[in-house]
């Protein structure tokens, strides 16, 4: 069972910048393809951006391609999602996901481990 923690989330001026990290445990962390999904108020959760577990490929969201970026750190059982540039349609609760798939893959259905997930608030 692999367990997720978020963190990095909080309260940030419009064009501003966060740095979101997921940390694993209790897995074999360089084996997963990781993703990031976000949860705004009122809205189905929406896929942000994937990396496989090599880091040879990655995806995005239309909507945050060119200011978000997803990395990881495979030593360091983490994944790394910086967001550039935030706007206010931003606001949502950021979750980390793992999975099985050799890819960068984009549904949900493709993840079978989450975390909690951490806040992220854009102020305009």
């Known amino acids: 069972q692999v367990q997720l923690g978020e963190s990095g989330g909080g309260l940030v001026q419009a064009g501003g910048s966060l740095r979101l990290s997921c940390a694993a445990s209790?897995?074999?962390?360089?084996?997963?393809?990781m993703g990031w999904f976000r949860q705004a108020p009122g809205k189905e959760r929406e896929f942000v951006g994937g990396i496989t577990r090599g880091s040879i490929n990655t995806r995005y969201g239309d909507s945050v391609k060119g200011r978000f970026t997803i990395a990881r750190d495979n030593a360091r059982n983490t994944v790394y999602l910086q967001m550039n540039s935030l706007k206010p349609e931003g606001r949502a609760v950021y979750y980390c996901?793992?999975?099985?798939?050799?890819?960068?893959?984009?549904?949900?259905?493709?993840?079978?481990?989450w975390g909690q997930g951490t806040q992220v608030t854009v102020s305009s």
């Open positions: 996901a793992a999975g099985t798939v050799p890819c960068a893959a984009k549904p949900e259905r493709d993840y079978d481990f």
């Open positions: 209790g897995g074999m962390f360089s084996t997963l393809a």
